[in-house]
């Protein structure tokens, strides 16, 4: 089991940046790929960044390319996001997951655990 903690959403004005993080626990964060994801309200969970589970690999959703930059700190088991350039459309609950068996995807059903989420506001 992995246990997954977010922190860091909160109300922002358009424009502004955040840093999220992603604690885990319990089995060794090294051996997971890392993801992060997102769901508006009224929306199906979409897929904004992943890192595998050296961090030498990551990859972003065409929306935050540019904008947003996934980490990761194996010695510390946590992950980030930092999210700059925000804009109203980024608004959602932001969840970190952990994928045991693949480099890093954007399928949500590809991922074995998942955190609580944390809300992201960003205001025009």
């Known amino acids: 089991q992995v246990q997954l903690v977010e922190s860091g959403g909160g109300l922002v004005q358009a424009g502004g940046s955040l840093r999220l993080s992603c604690a885990a626990s319990?089995?060794?964060?090294?051996?997971?790929?890392m993801g992060w994801f997102r769901q508006a309200p009224g929306k199906e969970r979409e897929f904004v960044a992943a890192?595998?589970?050296?961090?030498?690999?990551?990859y972003y959703s065409d929306s935050v390319k540019g904008r947003f930059t996934i980490s990761r700190d194996n010695a510390k088991n946590t992950m980030y996001l930092q999210m700059n350039s925000l804009k109203p459309e980024d608004t959602a609950v932001y969840y970190c997951?952990?994928?045991?068996?693949?480099?890093?995807?954007?399928?949500?059903?590809?991922?074995?655990?998942w955190g609580q989420g944390t809300q992201v506001t960003v205001s025009s």
């Open positions: 319990g089995r060794p964060f090294r051996n997971y790929a």
């Open positions: 890192i595998s589970w050296s961090g030498g690999r990551t």
């Open positions: 997951a952990a994928d045991s068996a693949h480099y890093g995807s954007d399928r949500p059903n590809e991922y074995d655990y």
